[in-house]
């Protein structure tokens, strides 16, 4: 059984160990690889394993031998999986391996938003605080979260997790979800217009759909807090970039926090690198070390469960 995986550098750059995988057929490991570069690469495989290289349509079409297909994260929209159902060729993702490191680096950003610990290491770097004549210096107001507002769009695995951690800063959390828990307590569901009306941190977990896209719009912005922040874990495109930009600009909000960008990596003079009170992160809210393992053991169990004849985290 060949195995060909089309682009594992970002899951695996060398830190972990492909061995489980190679356990069960001939591996071939790619680091990146293009489009045009999938049907050579991949034309004598049975299962073909990829991250962000699409497969489509056209290019399944010359795949004779491929059996089954394996998504290296959530996400599975590179593939046509409709062309694939139709070869009855199951495509399998990792719903599950990055709630802990997302809320973590949410709320990391949310910290640097308030705190703005990022700036200030960097003034003190420049010797500002050595030049200070008071023992303590700030550029930008601090900001309490106790007794703050926190609302949670998408209230699934990462959101919900998120959204106990701030609780744990004294925040009261208001949540929009599709299905509301009435078992949850301790968060106040209500829809999405009245969330970003109240809340103080605005925190994005939703998926991306054609109801989602372009959620966060000028006229949601213009909704919010003149002192709130917007954050987003998520996906890029559930926020409307240059209208983000232009309530940066405006001071319609306080700041955002980004780990995902509409088109990535976005251009080098891309606005929002610039935008006031704007810090973007390169998507690696998902990438530590425990994640991609987790990540990695999932997708050689979803290879061994197809070997087994019993296909899982099917999408398709």
Known sequence: ?????????????????????????????????????????????????????????????????????????????????????????PVCNVPIYGTASVAQATIAHMLNLTQRIGDHAVAVAGNRWAQCRDFSFRDHPL???????????????????????????????????????SS???????????????????????????????????????????TAFLVNTSRGPLVDEDALHAALEAGTIAGAGLDVMVVEPPAADHPLYSASNCYVTPHNAWATGAARGRLLDTVVDNVGAFLDGSPQNVVN
């Not at 609302?151 to 998120?162: D, Q």
């Not at 209500?190 to 109240?198: I, N, Q």
Request: hydrophobic share 45%.
């Open 1 to 89: 059984m060949k195995i060909v995986v089309l682009d594992g550098h970002t899951l695996n750059p060398g830190d972990l160990t492909w061995g489980n995988l190679e356990a069960l057929g001939d591996v071939v490991v790619h680091e990146h690889s293009t489009e045009a570069q999938v049907v050579e690469r991949a034309r004598d495989a049975q299962i073909v394993l990829t991250n962000k290289t699409p497969i489509s349509r056209q290019t399944l079409a010359q795949l004779s031998q491929v059996c089954y297909i394996g998504v290296l994260a959530t996400g599975f929209n590179i593939v046509d999986v409709e062309a694939a159902r139709e070869r009855d060729i």
């Open 184 to 226: 949850v307590d301790w968060a106040e569901f209500v829809d999405v217009d009245e969330l970003l009306k109240r809340s103080d941190v605005v925190s994005l977990h939703c998926p991306l759909t054609p109801e989602t896209e372009n959620m966060i719009s000028a006229e949601r912005l213009a909704s919010m807090k003149a």
């Open 143 to 181: 900001v309490e979260l106790e007794g703050l507002t926190f609302g949670v769009i998408g209230f699934g695995r990462i959101g919900r997790r998120t959204a106990k951690l701030a609780r744990a800063f004294g925040m009261q959390i208001l949540a929009y979800t599709r299905t509301p828990d």
